[in-house]
Every structure is written in structure tokens, then in C-alpha cells.
């Protein structure tokens, strides 16, 4: 019986301890991207150059400079824990990310990527493109992709800022990719909405960066199983702000 109780009492003891060492609940950063102000108005691609690519289209595209939904939330902004991870392993997923080449035009606009994880690149659109990524970390690549190449994987093996892709074929196509050493990012769609989970309590530098107005960076406090609010505003320079984008 003596026994029994000090198994019990050695179990009792080491539950403790692992419960006393395991960090407290996740904490989540939520928020919304906004425009402040007039938004330019986006001009109108013209794709005349590739009947191809004009004939995907039903409406004529725009460029994705700056994409907008209701009260003027913000798409395309890649929002990201820019200091305060802790420094442990954080596993790329198993599962690839996928670009696409669809309507002459990059699907998704800007994405992010981990270190090591796979970037399928595809291109269902039947004519000749050319994909250019121009990171400056990461090694460069230039791959043209005719129409019956419709699929190529590459992977960038360190953590990289936001670099552009373009395509030499065709000048209005562009996108924009970020290599992450850990998993803490979002991309905003046209709600402007982003959801950042999984952090530990402690502080943290969060940074909205979008292609044409730059970064914004604040620093945030989260408790451990706390969601925390943080939104962002842009607004374009006074000398941009009555010209059309390009």
C-alpha cells in the first residue's frame, strides 16, 4: 500500500512539473487593413499584345496594385510577426503552395512561403509564359514555361522579405513572395482581415507591408489564450494620391 501512495505521489509530482513548465495558451492577433482617403483608381491592363490572354477575360482586368472591398479594406497586404518569435523548430508543412498563372495574371497576388516548403507554379493558360523571381537572398531563377509546360516546383531554402516574381512575356504580370522561418503570417483578401494564431504570451512586432505604400510596423502584447486587435490604415503620399496607379 506504501508503495502505491509514493507511485501515486511520483506521478502526482511529474504531472506538476510538466504542467508548470508547458507555456500558457495560445494567443491570436486579429485585425483589419484599411484605406484612408480617395483610393487612385486602378488602370485597365491591356493584354492586346497575347490574344491569348485578352480572350480570358470577359471584363477587362485590372491591375492589383491596390485592392479594395467594402469601407475600403485592404487585399493583398502581408501581414507578419517581425520580431519576438521565439527561437525554436517550426516544421514547413508537408503540403505545397501553389502559383498560378490563370488569365495572364498571378493567383495569389502576394503569398508566403516557409523555408524549405515546395512552390508548385503552374500555367493552364495554353500560351508561353516566363516566371522570374528576383529574390536577393534566395538563388534567382528565370524558367520559361511554353504551353505544354504546365507545371514546375521550386523551393527557396532562406528565410527572404517580400521579393517580387514577374514575367518577361508579359509586363503586367507580377506578384510578390515573403520565406518565412515560422508560420506566424496572413495575407489579407478584399476584406482586409487577418488572423494571426498559435503565439505564446509575450510581446511582439507585427509588420503590414503592401507593394506600393510600404511597411507598418507596431508592437503588441498578448497574454497567454488572449486575442488581441490590432488594425492598420494606409494612406497614399499627398503627390500619388491624384494620380492614377500604374
Not at 38 to 61: G, Q, R, S, V, W
Not at 214 to 226: C, F, I, L, M, N
Request: aromatic fraction near 10%; charge should be neutral.
Amino acid at each position: 500500500m506504501k508503495s502505491q501512495k509514493s507511485y501515486r505521489f511520483v506521478v502526482a509530482m511529474a504531472v506538476m512539473a510538466v504542467w508548470c513548465a508547458t507555456p500558457g495558451f495560445a494567443a491570436s492577433i486579429t485585425g483589419t487593413v484599411a484605406f484612408e482617403g480617395t483610393p487612385p483608381t486602378m488602370k485597365t491592363l491591356d493584354m492586346n499584345a497575347d490574344p491569348i490572354c485578352a480572350a480570358k477575360h470577359t471584363e477587362p482586368a485590372k491591375a492589383e496594385t491596390l485592392v479594395l472591398g467594402p469601407g475600403n479594406t485592404m487585399g493583398n497586404v502581408f501581414v507578419q510577426i517581425k520580431s519576438g518569435v521565439p527561437k525554436k523548430d517550426y516544421p514547413a508543412p508537408e503540403g505545397e503552395v501553389t502559383l498560378t498563372q490563370e488569365g495572364c495574371m498571378y493567383k495569389p497576388h502576394v503569398f508566403g512561403v516557409r523555408v524549405g516548403q515546395p512552390i508548385k507554379i503552374l500555367n493552364p493558360d495554353g500560351t508561353l509564359h516566363n516566371i522570374h523571381a528576383l529574390p536577393k537572398v534566395n538563388t534567382e531563377f528565370n524558367m520559361a514555361m511554353p504551353k505544354f509546360k504546365t507545371e514546375m516546383t521550386k523551393v527557396f531554402e532562406k528565410e527572404e522579405a517580400v521579393f517580387p516574381f514577374k514575367c518577361d512575356v508579359h509586363p503586367w504580370m507580377n506578384a510578390y513572395c515573403a520565406v518565412l522561418s515560422h508560420p506566424f503570417f496572413a495575407v489579407t483578401g478584399p476584406d482586409g482581415k487577418f488572423k494571426i494564431e498559435g503565439l505564446d504570451a509575450g510581446e511582439y512586432e507585427i509588420e503590414a507591408w503592401h507593394e506600393r505604400l510600404g511597411p507598418q510596423t507596431v508592437k503588441v502584447t498578448v497574454a497567454a489564450d488572449e486575442t488581441k486587435t490590432q488594425d492598420f490604415k494606409f494612406a497614399a503620399p499627398a503627390a500619388a494620391a491624384a494620380a492614377p496607379a500604374k
